[in-house]
T-cell receptor, first 113, second 110 residues
Framework: GAVVSQHPSWVICKSGTSVKIECRSLDFQATTMFWYRQFPKQSLMLMATSNEGSKATYEQGVEKDKFLINHASLTLSTLTVTSAHPEDSSFYIC?????????FGEGSRLTVL | GQQVMQIPQYQHVQEGEDFTTYCNSS?????IQWYKQRPGGHPVFLIQ?????EVKKQKRLTFQFGEAKKNSSLHITATQTTDVGTYFC??????????FGAGTRLFVKA
C-alpha cells in the first residue's frame, strides 16, 4: 500500500513558540491531504483539507491563523501550530487518499509546556 | 453538519466471544470505511463499503452497509487478544471529506 510519512513523531515545545509538522506521501502524489487532531481516547477530528497549490479548507471552529497549512508540492503538506499553548497539546495526524483508501501518517504528538 | 454516531463507546469481551460496533449517519453516505487503531498507533484502513446492503467479510470480520446507506456495522466472530484496539467508522457524502465516528474501544480478556 501507499506510504504517508509524518515528522516529527513527537515534539515538546515551550508555550508561545511555533511548531511545524510535515506530512509526506512517499510513493504517490497527493493533491489533497487531510489534517486531523485526536485527543486521548477520542476520535479523529478533521481540522482542515490541504490542497496543493491553493488555500486549505478549514473546518468550522478551527482557527486558520493558529493552524497554518501549506501544501507546497504534490508530496508535502505542512501544519504549523503558531504561538502554541498547552491546550494545543494533542496528537496530530495527516492522511491522504490513494486507490480509494485513506492512508495515515504515523502521527505527531505535540506537548506544549 | 454531517454527523457519524458510533456505539458502543467501550466493549469488554472474553476471548472467544463475539463483538459488534454500530455506526449511524445523519445523512446518506456515498461510502463508509472502517479503521482500526491500536493503542499508541495510527488508524489503519480495514475496508470500504459502497453499495447499498453490501456485506463484506475479512476472515473473522464481517462488515455491513445498510440499505439506506446511513448505517453500518462491524462484527468480529470469536475475538482474539490481537483484536484489541479502537475501531472507527468513517463516512463520506462524496468527494474526499471523511467524517469519523467516535470509535469503539475493544478490550479482550484472555
Amino acid at each position: 500500500g501507499a506510504v504517508v510519512s509524518q515528522h516529527p513523531s513527537w515534539v515538546i515545545c515551550k508555550s508561545g513558540t511555533s511548531v511545524k509538522i510535515e506530512c509526506r506521501s512517499l510513493d504517490f502524489q497527493a493533491t489533497t491531504m487531510f489534517w486531523y487532531r485526536q485527543f486521548p481516547k477520542q476520535s479523529l477530528m478533521l481540522m482542515a483539507t490541504s490542497n496543493e497549490g491553493s488555500k486549505a479548507t478549514y473546518e468550522q471552529g478551527v482557527e486558520k491563523d493558529k493552524f497554518l497549512i501549506n501544501h507546497a508540492s504534490l508530496t508535502l503538506s505542512t501544519l504549523t501550530v503558531t504561538s502554541a499553548h498547552p491546550e494545543d497539546s494533542s496528537f496530530y495526524i495527516c492522511s491522504a487518499f490513494y486507490g480509494g483508501e485513506l492512508f495515515f501518517g504515523e502521527g505527531s504528538r505535540l506537548t506544549v509546556l | 453538519g454531517q454527523q457519524v454516531m458510533q456505539i458502543p463507546q467501550y466493549q469488554h469481551v472474553q476471548e472467544g466471544e463475539d463483538f459488534t460496533t454500530y455506526c449511524n449517519s445523519s445523512t446518506t453516505l456515498s461510502n463508509i470505511q472502517w479503521y482500526k487503531q491500536r493503542p499508541g498507533g495510527h488508524p489503519v484502513f480495514l475496508i470500504q463499503l459502497v453499495k447499498s446492503g453490501e456485506v463484506k467479510k475479512q476472515k473473522r470480520l464481517t462488515f455491513q452497509f445498510g440499505e439506506a446507506k446511513k448505517n453500518s456495522s462491524l462484527h468480529i466472530t470469536a475475538t482474539q487478544t490481537t483484536d484489541v484496539g479502537t475501531y472507527f467508522c468513517a463516512g463520506s457524502t462524496g468527494g474526499f471529506k471523511t467524517i469519523f465516528g467516535a470509535g469503539t474501544r475493544l478490550f479482550v480478556k484472555a
